[in-house]
């Protein structure tokens, strides 16, 4: 709150904060300023705020005792020794007061978007500058992931405002086609067949029963539907491919988005998923490659990114992202931020997820067992989140950062708190793959209260609202193509 204000308009009394949870009063501090709060005798005491804002500042305390540097998400390059090369620096024309700002959208497919962006080097709006880079550093990204917690929000939410119509978000369904009975050895997964938890191997779901989930899940609101099935790899499931290809063909049909996420995938099984109508393909990382070895050993962190390469590939757009909670460290979640940063193209999206500890699971009976120390193992807070989210939006502008397992846990604030560090993409339905997941009602309710709305199905992201109204300068660099020829 702006300095000189009448103090009947500052947050005077302790019953702004007697009920509120820590999150909460960190949003009230966020969005109306700590020199609105009056404290007295009466009130509030500095302990109380204190011990609220203490999640969300524990990077401070590294921060300080560290150079301070201004980061910022732009590119390295130099172009000045280059003759061909002209720096263009614009603000874009507001349109005229009737233009229907709603129809102002994206091409829905991601190359295409960033194909139309090809010369722009970086946007600047309120003193923070982002763009779309590939050579990023671990050590540029941890700094960005340590900034304060204040900062931090402040930036990915000005990135997301930059790139991002910030009222839509995208609605996924994710069902389970076929479920148990893999052979991996996944750490945190309930349906691996060397885990003994409450999930029964199931046989593929029938085509007609995947398209009936399908319409359900349309008639709810959902834009895009993602089928999983539990296996290492297709292989040799000439049967079961075939049977995937119709449903993504029927699915593709009725006017929905299709994923998939079929484990390992060969360069010929991507082209022909392609072909049928899929939009996107999943295939997470997990974690850093030096935590990987110890969450899965039967698969390798190449063979994740050979698929993934094979689904690129195919033009198929890539979605890929992480678990946290997985006794990782900090520099564990720099470390996977760091790989899809740098990949050839950015992931279209990057699933952001918290480990629901399962019965069973090596990673769940450890989480469980109170006489050993947990190590980090889904122990996940929004906050946790709410650092990766903002991290990853700020060093991949055009990826949309999607806010998946876990969602659960947090409530309606705290989401929110996601929401604003730059998730722009939600799993919704009561399940994900074999763990529970808000309601479609409840996520109705939700979207009602923030005031989003859904990204409608086979149409490209709104054109960020700023971009829009001339509130963002763009610098754009023409004669690439002589420096690079």
Not at 23 to 28: A, G, V
Not at 44 to 73: D, E, Y
Not at 280 to 298: Q, R
Not at 388 to 403: S, W, Y
Request: charged share 20%.
């Amino acid at each position: 709150m702006p300095r000189g204000w009448p103090m009947t308009s500052c947050l005077r009394t302790h019953k702004i904060f007697a009920r509120r949870s820590p999150l909460e009063i960190y949003l009230l501090l966020f969005f109306f300023g700590s020199d609105s709060i009056l404290l007295t005798s009466h009130t509030v005491t500095m302990r109380t705020i204190g011990s609220a804002l203490r999640g969300a500042t524990l990077a401070f305390t590294r921060s300080r005792t560290a150079p301070r540097a201004v980061i910022r998400a732009s590119a390295s390059r130099n172009f000045s020794a280059n003759p061909h090369v002209v720096i263009d620096k614009f603000v874009s024309s507001p349109p005229p007061p009737s233009a229907h700002h709603e129809a102002l959208r994206h091409p829905n497919d991601v190359h295409d978007r960033n194909a139309n962006y090809i010369s722009e080097d970086s946007r600047s709006m309120a003193g923070v500058t982002a763009s779309v880079r590939h050579n990023w550093t671990k050590q540029e990204i941890a700094e960005i992931y340590s900034l304060p917690f204040h900062e931090l929000m402040y930036r990915a939410s000005t990135v997301h405002r930059m790139y991002w119509d910030p009222a839509e978000v995208q609605q996924c369904t994710l069902l389970s086609i076929k479920t148990g009975g893999c052979t991996e050895d996944c750490s945190y997964c309930s349906q691996s067949t060397r885990h003994k938890t409450f999930v029964k191997p199931t046989p593929t779901m029938k085509v007609q029963e995947v398209l009936e989930a399908a319409k359900r899940a349309k008639d709810a609101g959902s834009t895009r539907f993602c089928m999983g099935a539990a296996w290492r790899e297709l292989g040799n499931k000439k049967n079961a491919f075939n049977h995937i290809l119709d449903m993504v063909r029927g699915v593709n049909g009725m006017g929905l988005e299709v994923c998939c996420t079929l484990g390992m995938l060969n360069a010929e099984q991507a082209r022909q998923l392609k072909e049928a109508g899929l939009t996107a393909y999943n295939h997470n990382l997990d974690t850093s490659p030096e935590h990987y070895p110890n969450v899965i050993t039967t698969r390798t962190y190449e063979d994740r990114l050979q698929t993934i390469a094979n689904v690129r590939d195919a033009g198929i757009s890539v979605c890929c992202g992480g678990i946290l909670g997985l006794g990782e460290k900090e520099t564990d979640r720099v470390g996977l931020l760091h790989v899809l940063a740098t990949l050839p193209e950015h992931p279209e999206s990057v699933p952001i997820n918290a480990l629901v500890a399962v019965e069973g699971t090596p990673l769940g009976d450890a989480s469980a067992d109170d006489e050993t120390e947990s190590d980090g193992i889904a122990d996940v807070d929004a906050f946790d989140m709410a650092r990766m989210i903002a991290t990853a939006r700020i060093v991949m502008p055009r990826t949309m950062v999607r806010l998946s397992a876990g969602r659960l846990s947090f409530s309606d604030a705290e989401q929110f708190l996601m929401f604003q560090a730059g998730a722009n993409s939600i799993f919704n339905g009561d399940k994900l793959l074999t763990t529970d997941n808000p309601a479609f009602d409840e996520d109705t309710a939700l979207f009602q209260k923030l005031g989003f709305v859904g990204k409608p199905a086979h149409a490209g992201p709104r054109v960020a609202p700023s971009e829009v109204t001339g509130q963002v300068e763009i610098t754009q660099v023409k004669g690439l193509e002589q420096q690079y020829a």
